[in-house]
């Protein structure tokens, strides 16, 4: 592994094995990402997905680190798997029964920083998926110690979810525990239960879905259209930090007896249609489709994209709300399918573009801590929306030149958004306004009590 970190050294690699092999086709969200991968490269480094774990009681020994870890990879096939094209040009992916890992050590106060930098870091290059496993291991070392353990893991394995999971797992492991809830549904597994399960039940309920949505939305290329020159780099990303939205948030969903999900939808749906001069605001729900049981501890990319028809126009808040849960709830109902089936209704519909051109909204109301420290999220009890305000804070985070979207925002946990965007449709100044107006609207609505 040829990542450039200054004084870097190498410790003993990561050696597994495991019992599962095999090979098959890919579940639909990751034939989703795996043709994005394939859009941007060699443009896609910014899609790998790091993660950081402290090392409880002081640090460890590296040997018990790797123990930890090797628990981890053979337990989750998706991070002893390679992907590949076959003859018939459909991917696929192979699970290794054994291999090894290499693990980077780096030492002093910026250690972690260091191995997390997304511009010379673990993550500072795209994975080569067909010959190298698609997880990357660091140690941030004090002496012989491990304060922090490291890992980037391409997106084409992990979501929001997933990463929270690998997350918490390596901390049990780290802590000293022996076994982890079983896991019931590897990918190949999720794979072949579309195939043979989920893709029957669903018969042409996803596709008619697509047509009939899309059939009532304006032009998707003419909502965002570019207004200038854009930045350069073209695509930028930024970090709203806000306690006063979740706690509105919070008051809205119990005040219109829907979910917070619902709430937030609502809020970017104002915002984002006034910015757009219209009365309704065509956008792609970005769903998790973590609903069955059986992939709840399951490390795979499940993540799809169904469009949604957000009516702004001039309805109260209230009405704005009940309206977007309603849509959302069907929505939800077509998130799962096969991208092919899709593209054949886009390439009918002569709207190849369509989904680049929509924005993109992905609200995670649970767990707080997908988005790092988690003691962000609180405060003293009785403080209203407006008393919250003054810790809200902006950061831009990263810039890069390749991507397929207008603007694409992310809500984790309820307190923290994340937002990409084109330049070119969205100014630098834009995107943060966004964020800042979206904050605005919640505490508004929050503080006008009983709000009709």
């Known amino acids: 592994m040829s990542v450039d970190l200054p004084e870097q050294t190498y410790s003993p690699p990561l050696?597994?094995?495991?019992?599962?092999?095999?090979?098959?086709?890919?579940?639909?969200?990751?034939?989703?990402?795996?043709?994005?991968?394939?859009?941007?490269?060699?443009g896609d480094r910014h899609l790998n997905v790091t993660l950081t774990v402290t090392v409880p009681d002081g640090g460890s020994s590296v040997d018990r680190v790797l123990t930890a870890l090797r628990t981890l990879v053979a337990r989750h096939d998706a991070l002893r798997t390679t992907f590949r094209t076959g003859n018939d040009d459909q991917p696929f992916q192979t699970v290794a029964?054994?291999?090894?890992?290499?693990?980077?050590?780096?030492?002093?106060?910026?250690?972690?920083?260091?191995?997390?930098?997304?511009?010379?870091?673990?993550?500072a290059r795209r994975?080569?998926?067909?010959?190298?496993?698609?997880?990357?291991?660091?140690?941030?070392?004090?002496?012989?110690?491990?304060?922090?353990?490291?890992?980037?893991?391409?997106?084409?394995?992990?979501?929001?979810?997933?990463?929270?999971?690998?997350?918490?797992?390596?901390?049990?492991?780290?802590?000293?525990?022996?076994?982890?809830?079983?896991?019931?549904?590897?990918?190949?597994?999720?794979?072949?239960?579309?195939?043979?399960?989920?893709?029957?039940?669903?018969?042409?309920?996803?596709?008619?879905?697509w047509r009939k949505v899309l059939g009532a939305c304006p032009p998707p290329a003419d909502v965002f259209a570019p207004q200038g020159e854009p930045a350069a780099p073209r695509f930028w990303h930024g970090t709203y930090v806000s306690k006063a939205s979740l706690c509105a948030a919070q008051m809205l969903a119990a005040r219109h007896g829907v979910s917070q999900t619902s709430v937030f939808l609502a809020a970017a749906a104002r915002v984002l249609a006034v910015y757009a001069g219209r009365d309704e605001l065509p956008a792609l729900l970005r769903v998790s489709n973590r609903f069955a049981p059986?992939?709840?501890?399951?490390?795979?990319?499940?993540?799809?994209?169904?469009?949604?028809?957000?009516?702004?126009?001039?309805?109260?808040?209230?009405?704005?709300v009940r309206s977007t849960h309603l849509?959302?709830?069907?929505?939800?109902?077509?998130?799962?399918?096969?991208?092919?089936?899709?593209?054949g209704v886009l390439d009918d519909m002569h709207q190849p573009t369509v989904i680049p051109d929509l924005v993109t909204l992905n609200v995670v109301t649970h767990g707080a801590a997908i988005a790092g420290d988690q003691s962000r999220a609180e405060w003293p009890d009785g403080a209203r929306?407006?008393?919250?305000?003054?810790?809200?804070?902006?950061?831009?985070?990263?810039?890069?030149?390749?991507?397929?979207?207008?603007?694409?925002?992310?809500?984790?946990?309820?307190?923290?958004?994340?937002?990409?965007a084109d330049t070119a449709c969205f100014p630098p100044e834009q995107i943060e306004a966004t964020a800042r107006l979206i904050e605005a609207t919640l505490v508004e609505e929050a503080e006008r009590e009983g709000g009709a």
Request: glycine share 8%; proline share 6%.
């Open 127 to 209: 994975f080569d998926l067909a010959v190298e496993l698609p997880l990357r291991v660091g140690l941030a070392m004090a002496g012989d110690r491990v304060q922090t353990v490291v890992l980037c893991l391409s997106h084409l394995v992990v979501d929001g979810w997933a990463t929270q999971l690998l997350q918490e797992e390596l901390a049990v492991l780290l802590a000293g525990a022996h076994e982890l809830p079983p896991v019931t549904r590897q990918p190949i597994d999720q794979a072949r239960y579309e195939r043979d399960v989920l893709a029957p039940r669903l018969g042409d309920r996803v596709p008619a879905y």
């Open 385 to 420: 929306p407006r008393d919250l305000l003054q810790d809200s804070s902006f950061t831009w985070r990263r810039t890069f030149e390749n991507e397929r979207i207008r603007l694409f925002l992310s809500v984790f946990g309820g307190f923290s958004y994340q937002v990409i």
């Open 327 to 343: 849509a959302a709830m069907r929505a939800y109902q077509c998130s799962q399918y096969d991208p092919d089936d899709i593209k």
């Open 15 to 42: 050696e597994f094995s495991a019992c599962r092999v095999g090979s098959g086709p890919l579940a639909w969200a990751q034939k989703g990402m795996w043709n994005n991968i394939r859009a941007l490269a060699p």
């Open 97 to 123: 029964g054994q291999g090894t890992i290499p693990v980077a050590l780096a030492e002093g106060p910026e250690a972690v920083r260091r191995l997390s930098d997304a511009q010379s870091g673990l993550g």
């Open 294 to 320: 059986e992939v709840k501890r399951s490390v795979l990319y499940l993540c799809q994209n169904i469009p949604v028809l957000l009516v702004n126009g001039r309805a109260s808040f209230p009405k704005l």
